[in-house]
């Protein structure tokens, strides 16, 4: 039986047997609540997966990369994190026609090692736009095309990273018991780490990223009501020079290394407010977020268009349990990705700066949604 | 004060949104369970999320926000039922009806059996961990994991079937060790 349920959710019943068990279903309870069991180990299986893949830990010596963008190191960031979006992906070249795809594809087949490596390095200059038509490829049957594929695919994402970064990070806030006893320059309590905001420091919960999943439909309306919801009660900016500038006259705020970090008046992607807020100075845990009027909101906006390089959201755990958080983090983490997505935002992934695994991290992002041939 | 007005609706907007955080592991469930397709049931989930947030006003506080949204999936079901090719003997109303008594009973929250899993997956290695990976963070199908990993479609789906139970198994134990 147990067999029968777990092939049900995987969806690979012979023909006739889920029939039998829709009739089995309707009469036998135990066995509804057996499948629903079953069921909630998938979802729970779905987010903690991803999860521990995300906050696999980083060697103590090496500082993560996502850690990297606190002391905004260009270098670091270039290697640690992927990227895209309207202004980091290359413009649109002009594109190779499918066929051509088919058949530098074929040609990484060949018994010829010289046009097996012309065919590899032309597929390496392929657009990221175009890219998806290399995405099939990556499952090959052929062991030889397929690997060859998988480089041609970290070759053209790798070529992106020369360019500036955007990255948008969640984090967990510690609860106001931890912040309460600690004092800046100690050392965090296991779990925390210390990160600076304007003068002081906070407490944040580590990994910063928690968990990706996918989201899909009107997520910029769901990641507007999470954050005034209260989950979502700290957002971080790092803007241009011009930004930073900006909002240091605007709002009073340090800037440190040329990134600005205190809460603002409205979340924006690339100029769109996708929810608006007012700065709480003194609140328990760093600045908080509550929701501002529409003047407040566009003055910040209208100082930062154009300017915004870095967002980070952060997830406070003051109005949950820490055990809680782990669902608010995880939750968010998906819908604010889609929704940056979603309005044509640039985001990040961490990448392991020593191996990354562009392959990997492309796979992500598809599976949240991105859609490269919408890039410019 | 209009803005004051805005921030009632939204406080009521948020409390919903904030209450699908919460609950979705069990509402991810019984979509799982009534579809039989991960994929599927994250984007009738998200459906839902959507519903849910635009219909707040049709929620009264204080009462069971679990089977509200879950009647609103039983809703998206039906829907999907009719426009799914597959076949549909799982999807009949009378199938949701058992599974919705089931998940009322069901509906303490997951945190525990959360904890134990996490900590179950972190002491996992090897094929097991990989076809783990590959299942629920690639999102790939079993005969797409057996080519991954160079397998049969049956040797890739034992494998899964291992490793599912090994962590079932771990996650029963580490329950029963922390009452």
Redesign the interface.
């Given at each position: 039986m147990n067999?029968r349920l777990?092939r049900?959710?995987?969806?690979?019943l012979e023909?006739g047997e889920?029939?039998r068990?829709?009739q089995e279903?309707?009469g036998d309870?135990a066995l509804?609540?057996e499948?629903?069991?079953?069921?909630?180990?998938?979802?729970?299986?779905?987010?903690?997966?991803?999860a521990?893949?995300v906050a696999a830990p980083a060697p103590k010596s090496e500082p993560s990369p996502r850690w990297r963008i606190l002391s905004m190191t260009a270098a670091a960031l270039a290697f640690g994190l992927i990227f895209y979006g309207i202004l980091v992906a290359p413009r649109a070249t002009p594109a190779a026609p499918q066929d051509e795809f088919a058949r530098q594809i074929e040609k990484l087949g060949s018994a010829d090692p010289a046009e097996r490596e012309a065919a590899l390095e032309t597929l390496k200059k392929t657009p990221i736009a175009k890219l998806p038509a290399l995405e099939r490829h990556l499952?090959s049957?052929d062991a030889e095309v397929r690997s060859r594929v998988h480089e041609a695919v970290a070759a053209a994402l790798r070529s992106a990273l020369a360019r500036p970064v955007v990255k948008v990070e969640l984090r967990a806030l510690a609860p106001g018991t931890l912040s309460k006893g600690w004092k800046k320059g100690q050392k965090a309590p296991d779990g925390y780490e210390a990160v600076p905001m304007g003068e002081d420091e906070i407490l944040v919960a580590t990994p910063a990223v928690i968990a990706r999943?996918?989201?899909?439909?009107?997520?910029v309306?769901?990641a507007e009501?999470?954050v005034?919801?209260?989950?979502a009660t700290q957002v971080q900016f790092a803007a241009t020079g011009e930004g930073d500038t900006a909002l240091e006259k605007m709002l009073g705020g340090s800037g440190q290394n040329g990134i600005v970090r205190m809460g603002v008046g409205a979340v924006l992607a690339d100029g769109r407010v996708i929810a608006r807020c007012r700065v709480l100075k003194g609140r328990e845990g760093g600045w908080g977020l509550m929701?501002a009027?529409k003047e407040e909101a566009g003055r910040v906006e209208s100082a930062l268009k154009g300017t915004l390089k870095t967002v980070a959201f952060a997830v406070t755990a003051e109005?949950?349990d820490a055990?809680?958080a782990?669902?608010?983090r995880?939750?968010?983490s998906g819908m604010l990705d889609r929704a940056a997505i979603d309005a044509g935002m640039r985001v990040s992934l961490p990448l392991d700066a020593k191996a990354p695994d562009f392959v990997?991290a492309w796979?992500a992002l598809r599976?949240l949604g991105w859609r490269p041939e919408a890039v410019r | 004060m209009m803005?004051l007005e805005?921030?009632a609706d939204?406080d009521r907007?948020?409390?919903?949104?904030?209450l699908?955080?919460?609950h979705?592991?069990?509402l991810?469930?019984?979509l799982?369970?009534a579809v039989?397709?991960?994929?599927d049931a994250?984007?009738l989930l998200?459906?839902v999320?959507?519903a849910a947030?635009r219909s707040w006003e049709q929620f009264t506080p204080g009462t069971n926000f679990l089977a509200w949204a879950r009647e609103i999936a039983r809703r998206r079901v039906l829907e999907y039922a009719k426009a799914s090719r597959?076949?549909a003997?799982?999807l009949?109303p009378?199938?949701l009806a058992?599974?919705e008594?089931?998940?009322r009973?069901?509906d303490d929250p997951?945190?525990r059996?959360?904890?134990a899993?996490?900590e179950c997956?972190?002491g996992m290695g090897g094929h097991a961990r990989r076809v783990?990976?590959l299942?629920?963070?690639?999102?790939l199908s079993?005969d797409?994991i057996a080519?991954?990993i160079g397998k049969t479609v049956q040797s890739a789906?034992a494998l899964?079937?291992r490793a599912?139970a090994a962590?079932?198994d771990c996650a029963a134990r580490r329950l029963e060790a922390t009452p």
């Open positions: 067999d777990e049900a959710l995987d969806g690979t023909e889920d029939a068990l829709a279903l309707k309870p509804a609540r499948l629903l069991d079953r069921a909630r180990d998938e979802a729970l299986l779905r987010e903690l997966v991803p521990a893949r499952d049957p999943e996918q989201v899909k439909a009107d997520s309306k769901l009501a999470a005034s919801s209260g989950a929701p009027t109005r949950a055990a809680k782990d669902d608010v995880a939750a968010l990997a796979r599976r | 803005a805005v921030d939204a907007m948020a409390e919903v949104a904030a699908l955080v919460k979705r592991v069990p991810l469930a019984y799982i369970a039989r397709d991960g994929n994250e984007d998200q459906e999320s959507m947030v597959k076949a003997a799982l009949d009378e199938v058992a599974l008594a089931a998940a009973e069901a997951p945190d059996r959360r904890d899993l996490r997956l972190a783990l990976d299942r629920y963070a690639e999102g079993v797409r080519h991954a789906y899964l079937k599912r962590l079932r």
